[in-house]
């Protein structure tokens, strides 16, 4: 385990309450892989049945849903220092509903979720640490995908747009961001049309609501309804 890994690790939510100077005997004892994979490559395909849980090391990856005619909807990107996986891997033989594929290169740290799931093992006495930090992450990810359900819930393109950005923006704690999407990944992971959803922006952004360029955005106070 390369020391720049270590340092990842240590600011990941799952080894919160570990002391950096014992992660890497931790990983050990948990037998943790790396992996790397190319831009586009699948890492996890629809109805694998895992065991593991993927942190990114380094690159990102999207979690992709697609329906039995081939349309895609994006649930999530995952950056550096985040987890995937791991709902379906506390499952047992539960098929995966979702592809995991890499958004760029990525490195990825592989954890069987078994090996902490078994109390049987003591893993340096911080298992009670690696429970609690792994159904912290897991109740984190069902308040996100709540809130997708709210931006998709909204009736039209502005919106579910307008709902978005207001919560990235809330999420940075300023009214100037930038997203994880380029133009037709946020219209994938909003359920809309790529043009009509550059249509909208190219309006909102004529009536001084918001100003973009690329995946940057600046929120104007203002916005009549």
């Known amino acids: 385990?390369?020391?720049?890994?270590?340092?990842?690790?240590?600011?990941?939510?799952?080894?919160?309450?570990?002391?950096?100077s014992n992660l890497e005997q931790v990983v050990v004892r948990l037998e943790m892989s790396k992996k790397k994979y190319q831009k586009n490559e699948i890492i996890y395909h629809t109805g694998d049945i895992v065991d593991e849980l993927g942190i990114v090391l380094?690159?990102?990856?999207?979690?992709?849903?697609y329906d039995i005619w081939g349309g895609q909807n994006i649930l999530a990107r995952v950056e550096k220092g985040e987890?995937?996986?791991?709902?379906?891997?506390?499952?047992?033989?539960e098929p995966l509903m979702v592809d995991v594929t890499a958004a760029?290169?990525?490195?990825?740290?592989?954890?069987?979720?078994?090996?902490v799931l078994h109390?049987?093992?003591?893993?340096?006495?911080?298992?009670?640490?690696?429970l609690r930090n792994l159904l912290a992450i897991m109740a984190q990810k069902n308040i996100?995908?709540?809130?997708?359900?709210?931006?998709l819930a909204q009736r039209s393109i502005r919106e579910k747009v307008l709902s978005y950005l207001s919560f990235q923006a809330?999420?940075?704690?300023?009214?100037?961001?930038?997203?994880?999407?380029?133009?037709?990944?946020?219209?994938?992971?909003?359920?809309?049309?790529?043009?009509?959803?550059?249509?909208?922006?190219?309006?909102?952004?004529q009536e001084k609501i918001l100003t973009y360029k690329k995946n940057h955005?600046?929120?104007?106070?203002?916005?009549?309804s």
């Open 170 to 205: 809330m999420k940075n704690e300023n009214a100037e961001f930038t997203i994880p999407f380029d133009r037709q990944q946020l219209a994938d992971y909003l359920s809309v049309d790529r043009s009509a959803l550059s249509r909208e922006l190219s309006k909102m952004k």
């Open 104 to 115: 760029e290169d990525i490195t990825v740290l592989f954890l069987n979720v078994g090996r």
């Open 58 to 65: 380094e690159g990102s990856a999207f979690i992709i849903r």
């Open 1 to 20: 385990m390369q020391s720049q890994d270590i340092e990842i690790l240590a600011e990941n939510p799952l080894f919160k309450g570990i002391p950096k």
């Open 217 to 224: 955005f600046i929120l104007y106070e203002n916005i009549e």
């Open 144 to 151: 996100l995908l709540s809130g997708k359900m709210d931006h």
């Open 119 to 130: 109390l049987e093992h003591n893993f340096c006495g911080y298992q009670s640490h690696l």
């Open 83 to 93: 987890v995937f996986g791991e709902s379906y891997a506390c499952v047992e033989k």
